[in-house]
């Protein structure tokens, strides 16, 4: 199954995996705690990026809308 261009599938092996090898190495935990960590910390940096690149393109929008308006209204009162 793919979910944005990932193979979810495959995704789902690989964490058993990984979890099946904690499971046998407990020693390993500590490495994949801090790398939850790393996930977490990229995955929250990533939501906030887009968040202000969303809201960039919007007010980039909505200024492009009144420059429209303006000119149009512009364009009216020559006429």
């Given at each position: 199954?793919?979910?944005a261009g990932?193979?979810?599938g ?5 964490i058993?995996?990984?979890w099946l090898?904690?499971r046998?190495?407990?020693?390993l935990l500590?490495?994949?705690?801090l ?6 910390s990229q995955?929250h ?6 968040y202000?690149l ?5 007010t ?8 429209i308006r303006?000119?149009?209204?512009g364009?009216?009162?020559?006429r």
């Open positions: 199954m793919q979910h990932v193979d979810v495959r995704s789902e092996d690989v058993k995996s990984i090898r904690l046998r190495q407990p020693q500590d490495n994949f705690e790398l939850l960590r790393r996930l977490t995955l940096r990533s939501h906030l990026d887009y202000a969303q809201k960039t393109f919007r980039y929008a909505e200024s492009s809308l009144e420059i303006v000119i149009y209204i364009m009216s009162v020559a």
